[in-house]
């Protein structure tokens, strides 16, 4: 009887060792465990913070531009940079825009609150009549209750700093801004000014994806930075 139990015992366990998924056949024809696929329980995906990411104008509306450059494409280029940098991170994403399209400003502050999306960003780039002025800025309101705007100035501080740390251009600071995008939503909000299409030095690194990749990167550590902190 003893014997009999052993042998199925054996038979189950051999049945079972055949279909076990975690068991997988290399390239080089070796067998090698592999780890099986986590599945996150519900509540931790939900813990995943979702980033909204505004390119500034789109479509006919070209935002500040010349014969050889339209902020349009800039802003574009730079959020669908971020995008690939913060899902790279782990965050969930979502565009207002990911190409190119007009978008009324509530619109875009719709699609963010719609979303319930922890933070936004919303990326521009300056001009000036002054064609010396130059540097990065970024704006919060302070029209919104007051967790919110705190909240709104920690990230702007957070994403400046790594700005500034990681393409080595000037800060013109943390500023008050009441733009629609910033102030509509009910999130933490702020709009970054990458630099100045008006100035040759920045119009000139301000054209150049691997800038514009580096400017991606620092506005992800930033964000990162920010949800560590709080
Ligand atoms: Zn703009």
Redesign the pocket.
């Known amino acids: 009887m003893m014997k009999i139990f052993t042998f199925a015992l054996a038979i189950l366990l051999l049945g079972s060792c055949s279909t076990n998924k975690s068991v997988a056949k290399t390239d080089a024809g070796v067998y090698k465990y592999r780890a099986p696929e986590q599945k996150s329980a519900p509540h931790k995906k939900e813990m995943v913070p979702l980033v909204v990411i505004d390119a500034?104008?789109g479509g006919f509306d070209l935002?500040?531009h010349s014969n050889t450059y339209e902020?349009?494409v800039i802003?574009l280029k730079t959020a669908t940079y971020v995008r690939k940098h913060l899902e790279k991170a782990g965050y969930h994403v979502i565009m207002t825009r990911s190409r190119d399209e007009y978008l009324p400003l509530k619109k875009r502050a719709e699609i963010a609150n719609h979303a319930k999306c922890q933070i936004l960003i919303s990326i521009?780039?300056?001009?000036a009549k002054n064609t010396s002025a130059k540097g990065i800025e970024i704006f919060y309101t302070q029209k919104t209750e007051s967790t919110r705007a705190k909240k709104s100035k920690q990230l702007a501080q957070s994403v400046l700093s790594s700005l500034l740390a990681q393409t080595g251009a000037d800060s013109r600071g943390i500023k008050e801004g009441n733009f629609c995008v910033i102030r509509e939503t009910k999130m933490p909000s702020i709009l970054i000014?990458t630099g100045f299409l008006t100035n040759e030095e920045e119009r000139k690194k301000l054209s150049n994806d691997f800038y514009l990749d580096t400017v991606a990167k620092a506005i992800t550590s930033g964000v990162d930075q920010y949800f560590k902190n709080s």
Request: hydrophobic letters at 0%; proline letters at 0%; charged letters at 25%.
């Open positions: 500034g104008h935002g500040t902020e349009k802003c521009h780039c300056n001009s000014e």
